[in-house]
């Protein structure tokens, strides 16, 4: 692997964007690939798309877990008209950034909902597997739980507040 691969390598995984993109241009210049900018019209068909498709995936979910990211990734695109693709460890930084753009009620909606989605997450990782250990019962009532709130959250982004099936 050449050098300048090597960089673009350890700017992606230092996380830093700047010198990423600069070591990618320079990788790409030395292999011969042309990048180029995307122009605005692109973009906005682009993100079009991908709002469409998100708000289809929302729509279609039913899992109460699964939900989450995807009511926050199709929030992002509705009030920033930006992409958002992020892993579980930064949906609590995505929600909080959402804060001054939602009605307090809308938000306290997507903070008990994520503060859901933790509980059962956590419990789901400490379950030992045991049938004496009470974990299972406690799961799948967080479960109940946060499924007797998607249509709550579907509503955030759909516009509708959905009636259960």
Known sequence: M????????????GKRVESFMSALREVAEESG????????????TLLHSYRKDLTAQVSAETDPVSLL???ISLLYVQVHGKALQAPGRAISAAVSRLKDKLDDSAFKTLVDYQSGTVSVLALMAS????????????IL??????????????????GTTQSQA
Do not use: F, Y
């Open 141 to 158: 009532s967080k479960r109940e739980v946060l499924e007797e709130l998607m249509p709550a959250l579907k509503g955030l982004v759909l």
């Open 33 to 44: 690939l042309a990048l180029k900018k995307l122009d605005k019209k692109l973009e906005r």
């Open 2 to 13: 050449s050098a300048k691969a090597i960089e673009t390598v350890e700017a992606l995984e």
């Open 127 to 138: 379950a030992t597997g045991d049938e004496e250990d009470c974990t299972s019962d406690r």
């Open 69 to 71: 990211p995807q009511v």
